[in-house]
């Protein structure tokens, strides 16, 4: 199995590289920024390229079975590199896919696609996974553009698209926030490994994150997919005893501090 990963230099396909090898399986691994070298008992292949190019996005899809599409901005940037990287670059990715005969594509997307729904209250339901977008930023915008990208190359040309709405992916907790919202690098790989496993899937909208006690998101939609997460970001809420607790726009809304942030800013 060829799977290509986008973005493979960044945060998450950083974390991800090394938890999705598998025997028989080649990672082919795309990124504007350098990529280490093949470990032992790893199987890569590097290509230096942007996903706004579509040649060579067309050239990185052929013979590939899956598409992790991790690349584009990660945080707010101005609307013009929003526009261009994040909805352009994903657009270009899903036209090589289709074009090449790619059967499944898995879109990163973001909490700030719904950054202005309020904050679900934890043990009960959660958050639905398909929530209509209430974007937070113009960051937020494109992730709730590429979602609809994603519904409409299903639609049109019958690719399987899994959008994974992530919370935030690092080793730990980036703050209080987190404690409701981390997905830990291990359960990513185990929802990842669960979006390449599961039996024509068609669209789906789900949600990254891990069975944390302060969760307010719902994991049903992404445990219909096989879904087993094991992490809980309680482990470390004793590290944040001292820090504030979120007040105003960041403890009610789902996109924290990205509601009140200036638009455009990159940060």
């Not at 230099?9 to 920024?33: F, K, N, T, Y």
């Not at 059967?103 to 339901?125: K, Y």
């Not at 049109?156 to 987190?178: A, T």
């Not at 504030?244 to 990159?266: D, I, Q």
Request: with cysteine; hydrophobic share 40%; charged share 20%.
């Amino acid at each position: 199995m060829r799977v290509l990963i986008t973005g493979a230099a960044g945060g998450i396909g950083s974390q991800l590289r090394p938890r999705l090898r598998r025997e028989g399986r080649i990672l082919r691994l795309v990124d504007i920024a350098p990529l280490p070298a093949a470990e032992p008992g790893e199987t890569v292949e590097v290509v230096r390229a942007s996903i706004t190019d579509p040649g060579a996005m067309a050239a990185a899809c052929d013979g590939v079975d899956a598409v992790i599409h991790l690349g584009g901005h990660s945080r707010e940037n101005s609307w013009t590199e929003i526009l261009d990287v994040n909805v352009n670059g994903t657009q270009v990715v899903l036209e090589a896919a289709r074009a090449a005969g790619v059967p499944r594509v898995i879109l990163a997307s973001s909490n700030h696609a719904v950054g202005f729904r309020e904050i679900a209250e934890p043990g009960g339901p959660g958050l639905p996974a398909d929530s209509t977008p209430r974007p937070d930023t113009f960051y937020g915008f494109s992730k709730a553009a590429i979602e609809a990208l994603g519904s409409l190359y299903h639609s049109r040309f019958g690719l399987d698209v899994i959008c994974v709405r992530i919370g935030s992916c690092f080793e730990r907790p980036p703050g209080v926030r987190g404690l409701a919202n981390w997905l830990s690098p291990d359960d990513a790989a185990r929802l990842f490994e669960a979006c390449l496993a599961c039996p024509s899937p068609g669209y789906r909208v789900i949600w990254g994150v891990s069975d944390n006690t302060r969760r307010g998101y719902s994991l049903a939609e992404a445990e219909a997919l096989g879904y087993r997460p094991v992490d809980d970001a309680e482990k470390f809420a004793g590290e944040f005893a001292d820090q504030p607790a979120p007040t105003g726009a960041s403890a009610r809304f789902v996109g924290g501090p990205f509601c009140t942030a200036p638009l455009g800013a990159p940060n």
